[in-house]
Nanobody, 115 residues
Framework: QVQLVESGGGLVQPGGSLRLSCAAS????????MGWYRQAPGKERELVAG???????KYADSVTGRFTISRNNARDTVYLQMNSLKPEDTAVYYC?????????WGRGTQVTVSS
């Protein structure tokens, strides 16, 4: 079992920045990859960024060049640095972990980009 807790969401003006954190606990040695997803009202949940245990990263086209996913050395915390935020980035952001064939989710953190 893996538990995920997100933090760092909030209200920011367009063009601003936020950093989200996701702390993993439990059987973290089973984690193969972690990522951030988001879901806006009336839309499906979509992948924003992911990072594998080897450090490979991938991004949605809509955030490439603006968002950066990273992790700490202990590989139990993943970050999402979000720069140049746009109103269309407004959503609930969820942390995800793929661990030995199982998917785990955090409860989500709200990000609102508005003036």
């Amino acid at each position: 079992q893996v538990q995920l807790v997100e933090s760092g969401g909030g209200l920011v003006q367009p063009g601003g920045s936020l950093r989200l954190s996701c702390a993993a606990s439990g059987s973290i040695f089973t984690i193969n990859a972690m990522g951030w997803y988001r879901q806006a009202p009336g839309k499906e949940r979509e992948l924003v960024a992911g990072i594998t245990s080897a450090g490979s990263t991938k991004y949605a086209d809509s955030v490439t060049g603006r968002f950066t996913i990273s992790r700490n050395n202990a590989r139990d915390t993943v970050y999402l640095q979000m720069n140049s935020l746009k109103p269309e980035d407004t959503a609930v952001y969820y942390c995800n972990a793929d661990a030995w064939g199982a998917k785990y989710w955090g409860r989500g953190t709200q990000v609102t980009v508005s003036s």
